[in-house]
C-alpha cells in the first residue's frame, strides 16, 4: 500500500489550494478514503472522508464549507479542494485509509500547507 499526497504550499489567507493523494497497491475504489492534517504541537486530526463509490462525504466543522473532498477512482487519486484558507489550516495534510481505529497504511510524508501573508 502507498499514498503520495501532493499539492501543498504556501497561501495568502483566504487563497485556495488543491490537494492529490495517489494510492497503489491495493483496490483503491473498494475503500473509504480519509484526509488528516497534523499542526506544529498538535495531535493529527480528521479533516475528512468520503465514501468508496457513492460519494457520500463527511467534514470536520472547522472545514466545512471551504473544503470539499472528492476521488477519482479510474485515476486512483483523491482530492482536497482547500478554499478561503485560514492562517489555523496551517498544517501537513495526510491521506489514508480509516478502518475502525487502524489504518490501512503507514503514515506518508505528507503534503505542508502553509497559510501566512
Known amino acids: 500500500v502507498q499514498l503520495v499526497e501532493s499539492g501543498g504550499g504556501l497561501v495568502q489567507p483566504g487563497g485556495s489550494l488543491r490537494l492529490s493523494c495517489a494510492a497503489s497497491?491495493?483496490?483503491?475504489?473498494?475503500?473509504?478514503m480519509s484526509w488528516y492534517r497534523q499542526a506544529p504541537g498538535k495531535e493529527r486530526e480528521w479533516v475528512a472522508a468520503?465514501?468508496?463509490?457513492?460519494?457520500?462525504?463527511n467534514y470536520a466543522d472547522s472545514v466545512k464549507g471551504r473544503f470539499t473532498i472528492s476521488r477519482d477512482n479510474a485515476k486512483r487519486t483523491m482530492y482536497l479542494q482547500m478554499n478561503s484558507l485560514k492562517p489555523e489550516d496551517t498544517a501537513v495534510y495526510y491521506c489514508?485509509?480509516?478502518?475502525?481505529?487502524?489504518?490501512?497504511?503507514?503514515w506518508g510524508q505528507g503534503t505542508q500547507v502553509t497559510v501566512s501573508s
Open positions: 497497491g491495493f483496490t483503491f475504489s473498494t475503500y473509504v
Open positions: 468520503i465514501a468508496n463509490t457513492e460519494g457520500t462525504t
Open positions: 489514508n485509509i480509516p478502518l475502525g481505529g487502524r489504518y490501512l497504511s503507514s
